[in-house]
């Protein structure tokens, strides 16, 4: 048993920084990640036994991630900041038109198959304002539906629109700026 | 002239494409808006991108791929 206990020891940074970026607080994450550990520790049998054991491991923090989100739902505001909102007034005129056309970023296979690419946007969603990250994720990472996440945070459908396209607006400029080349929209 | 809408208001409807169907009458306007867009056809590509790679970003997350040494 104390081999099972060194060994999920050993993966319990990796598996903060995870719940760090999904949740944007120490305290939480540390919860998150020992209630992990716990319901790992509890069923040795079922560590041993998987060809993956770090993804079995992953799968069960998900769960305690959504776990935390909702314990805590109350101390995370309720809808976008207003300098959240800043992306959209540098990508679009008065008129409401893209100031510089979107670039053309080819076949998305010739990216993804660098393994560099991966810590570039890895980089890029950390990089999100912690609100938005934590919906983002929530999205796209912990894939609930957004009526979970608006029941969750007790947000509206529309401020939980809001804040999805800012923060895919700002993964892309991100993108575009660190990846794919010079950033093409005004400062 | 409810139809007609701006590319900002455009950019919105494609990113929230990626989360479900959209209203009817949204979609409608959208696909008139790409129909006579330059810039919109190359920022719903950019935006399905970006769903693509974060699904290759959330396979790496899960298999514990990501964030190993910091």
Same mark, same amino acid.
């Given at each position: 048993?104390?081999? #099972?206990?060194? +060994? *999920?020891?050993?993966? !319990?940074?990796? *598996?903060?920084?995870?719940? !760090? +970026? &999904? #949740?944007r607080n120490p305290a939480w994450a540390e919860d998150a990640v020992s209630e992990t550990l716990l319901a790992a520790l509890e069923k040795p049998e079922a560590f041993a036994g998987r060809a993956q054991p770090k993804t079995? *491991?992953?799968?069960?923090l998900k769960h305690k991630l959504v776990d935390q989100v909702r314990r805590h739902a109350r101390e995370c505001s309720t809808g976008p900041d207003d300098e959240d909102g800043a992306v959209e007034e &540098? $990508?679009?005129?008065?008129?409401?038109?893209? /100031?510089?056309?979107?670039?053309?970023w080819g076949d998305p296979q010739a990216s993804l198959g660098? &393994? &560099?690419? #991966?810590?570039?946007?890895?980089?890029?969603?950390e990089k999100l304002p912690n609100q938005l990250g934590r919906?983002? +994720?929530? /999205?796209?990472? #912990?894939? $609930?539906d957004t009526e979970?996440?608006?029941?969750?945070?007790?947000?509206?459908?529309?401020?939980?629109?809001?804040?999805?396209?800012?923060? !895919?607006? /700002?993964?892309?400029?991100?993108?575009? +700026?660190?990846?794919?080349?010079?950033?093409?929209?005004?400062? | 002239m409810i139809l007609r809408r701006s590319c900002r208001e455009a950019a919105r409807l494609i990113t929230a494409r990626l989360d479900g169907p959209l209203p009817l009458a949204d979609r409608v306007a959208l696909r008139l808006?790409?129909?006579?867009?330059?810039?919109c056809p190359r920022f719903d590509r950019q935006m399905r991108w970006l769903h693509t790679a974060m699904g290759r970003w959330r396979a790496s997350a899960d298999a514990g791929a990501l964030r190993e040494n910091e």
């Open positions: 048993m104390t081999d #099972l206990s060194a +060994l *999920l020891e050993t993966l !319990r940074p990796q *598996l903060l920084r995870y719940a !760090r +970026l &999904q #949740l079995w *491991l992953i799968g069960i &540098q $990508l679009f005129d008065e008129t409401g038109h893209f /100031r510089e056309r979107p670039a053309d660098q &393994q &560099q690419f #991966l810590a570039v946007l890895d980089a890029c969603v919906v983002f +994720l929530m /999205r796209e990472w #912990l894939e $609930l979970e996440i608006c029941k969750e945070l007790a947000v509206t459908p529309t401020n939980l629109w809001v804040m999805l396209h800012r923060a !895919r607006l /700002r993964l892309r400029e991100c993108l575009q +700026l660190n990846w794919f080349g010079e950033r093409r929209t005004a400062p | 808006h790409l129909m006579a867009c330059d810039a």
